[in-house]
């Protein structure tokens, strides 16, 4: 069985991963088994980036294939923020939600996207980049308990349910994540041999 390395710590990330992989030949580690990474500073302007700097990172740390997403919301009436700085906006979901309705009061236009990036790193370098979206609004209150992050005021467009109330299945089939993961399989399938015994660990 070949391995790959996702660059994340974040046990939902990993969870939605590994259900996008289900089926494929390739077993899924992440930084949870990893403990001693040093982790890696996300310098980078643009979320493809991002994902390169952290796909990279982990790459050479496990000395396996590694891949890394980079993701987060752009508010059109914001001029695209928080964008790379989703996760850093405020310190917690509840208070990045709370701050995003402020922000957006009394304003009519609520258009947004959840963009994900994904970087694929081989051999110490990082072999290519893709990006995925899902467009949609924000809710002017939160929906819904599942999901995490901004899900609960992200309704997706030709749903009714927000990300926070969908099925995680049906989330899981359109996000901007499911999105770029579907470009880098492909990839990964059609234009590489890489997920093969070689990198066995
Ligand atoms: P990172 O990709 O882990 O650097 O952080 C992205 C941040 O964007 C997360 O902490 C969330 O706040 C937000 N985000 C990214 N993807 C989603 C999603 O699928 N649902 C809700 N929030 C998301």
């Not at 939160?142 to 467009?157: K, T």
């Amino acid at each position: 069985m070949a391995y790959i390395v996702v660059a994340t710590r974040n046990a939902h990330k990993v969870d939605e991963y590994r259900k996008l992989l289900a089926g494929q030949n390739v077993e899924l580690k992440s930084l949870l088994d990893y403990p001693g990474f040093p982790g890696v500073e996300e310098t980078g302007k643009s979320f493809r980036e991002n994902a390169s700097i952290k796909a990279l990172a982990a790459c050479r740390y496990c000395d396996v294939p590694a891949f890394a997403d980079d993701s987060g919301l752009e508010v059109e009436a914001l001029d695209g923020r928080p964008g790379i700085y989703s996760a850093r906006y405020a310190a917690t979901d509840p208070e990045r939600i709370a701050k995003l309705l402020e922000e957006l009061k009394g304003e009519s236009n609520r258009r947004a996207r959840f963009v994900c990036a994904i970087a694929i790193a081989i051999n110490g370098e990082v072999i290519e980049s893709f990006e995925g979206e899902v467009r949609g609004v924000i809710t002017e209150a939160p929906r819904g308990e599942g999901g995490f992050g901004y899900d609960p005021v992200f309704q997706p467009d030709n749903y009714d349910q927000t990300f926070g109330e969908m099925d995680p299945e049906l989330k899981n089939r359109i996000s901007h994540r499911a999105a770029a993961f579907k470009l880098a399989l492909n990839f990964v399938e059609e234009e590489m041999s890489v997920l093969n015994d070689d990198f066995d660990i």
